[in-house]
């Protein structure tokens, strides 16, 4: 079931400029995650924010996290032609005993150009 | 190094003929799973296990099996494969504990079914 929604779905900036993605839910979560892919490759996990947080930085990462919006954001700053990636953001909605996983979104595409 | 390995990379095989592809971990991670992912879908979870035995469906479990025999591998099976089970897959895994979220992915098998 779907349950995080990127916006945009494709983006496309300038080298040295901040790209900003958007991911937004639908029920309460317990963390929210971010995943970076590589055309084709296996999704690689960048930052993960907890319900009880609201910003947390890595790097050139910057995430934030409102949850009475249920939305998330991802700032990529000083981008390179290196971070052209699909960007994924998860939620994690497991309550006490329960089973279920992170839910993907679809991904934002970034193009970064030289 | 800490990693989780699919096989193979690529596959292409016909209608009705029985296939699988591995995953392995070497991690201890309890929580295993498997996910496709189809361009405008985004991923979709298929099966996942929380430990050894122990197997439950995702979303889009229909024309798939799994297993969990041992901790560190979890194969994916395809008793009769069909031209809609043409996807790029993955294989998953993470410890299973509410504070430590992060999955990691292997590098995905392309599977063509003709």
């Known amino acids: 079931s779907q349950q995080g929604e990127e916006d945009p779905q494709a983006l496309s900036i300038q080298e040295g400029e901040n790209a900003t993605m958007n991911c937004s839910y639908k029920t309460s979560i317990n ?16 930052i993960l924010i907890r319900s009880n947080e609201r910003e947390k930085h890595s790097g050139r990462l910057r995430v934030t996290l409102d949850t009475s919006k249920k939305s998330s954001s991802l700032l990529i700053t000083a981008s390179r032609a ?3 990636a699909s960007y994924f953001c998860a939620t994690d909605a497991r309550s006490g005993g329960g089973a279920d996983g992170l839910t993907f ?7 970064i150009q030289p | 190094e800490a990693q989780v390995t699919q096989n ?21 991670h309890e929580y295993m799973s ?8 985004g991923l979709r979870q298929i099966y996942y296990s929380m430990n050894v035995e122990v ?31 043409t996807s790029l897959y993955f ?3 993470r410890a299973w504990d509410l504070r430590a979220g992060k ?9 063509s079914v003709l």
């Open chain 1, 31 to 46: 963390n929210l995650q971010w995943y970076r892919q590589n055309s084709g490759r296996g999704l690689v996990h960048l």
């Open chain 1, 82 to 84: 290196a971070d052209t």
């Open chain 1, 105 to 111: 979104g679809k991904g934002t595409h970034l193009i």
């Open chain 2, 8 to 28: 193979p990379r690529y596959l292409i095989t016909v209608t009705g003929k029985k296939l699988t592809v591995t995953c392995s971990q070497n991690m201890n």
């Open chain 2, 34 to 41: 498997w996910y496709r992912q189809d361009p405008g879908l």
């Open chain 2, 55 to 85: 197997t439950d469906k995702g979303d889009v479990p229909e024309g798939y099996k799994v297993s969990r025999k041992e901790k560190r591998n979890f194969p994916l099976i395809l008793e009769s494969p069909s031209p809609n089970q």
């Open chain 2, 91 to 93: 294989c998953a895994s």
């Open chain 2, 103 to 111: 999955l990691f992915f292997g590098s995905g098998t392309q599977l």
